[in-house]
């Protein structure tokens, strides 16, 4: 089953659902992973902009290697 699918299944079953308790456990789950993918994106963003500045810093202070030497590495890795 395809995950549309799945989902259009469990919609159709939640909305059959008359069970106050069970409506706030799933609504409870459905919050926690939401808020779980939201701290992983802010995360992401964190990384990526130490990231930049890492890279930044590094240029500003001359600690760059040749882009020779960079697609020199780059070739070897991707035939390994």
Do not use: C, G, W
């Not at 459905?30 to 890279?55: F, G, M, P, Y």
């Not at 930044?56 to 890795?77: H, M, T």
């Amino acid at each position: 089953m395809d995950i549309t699918a799945e989902k259009e299944d469990i919609i159709r079953k939640f909305r059959q659902l008359n069970d106050v308790d069970v409506i706030r456990a799933i609504q409870n789950i459905l919050d926690l992973n939401l808020s779980k993918q939201d701290q992983h994106v802010d995360n992401n963003k964190i990384a990526l902009n130490a990231s930049i500045d890492r890279a930044i810093k590094n240029s500003l202070d001359a600690n760059v290697r040749p882009y020779e030497d960079f697609i020199a590495d780059a070739r070897k890795r991707r035939r390994a």
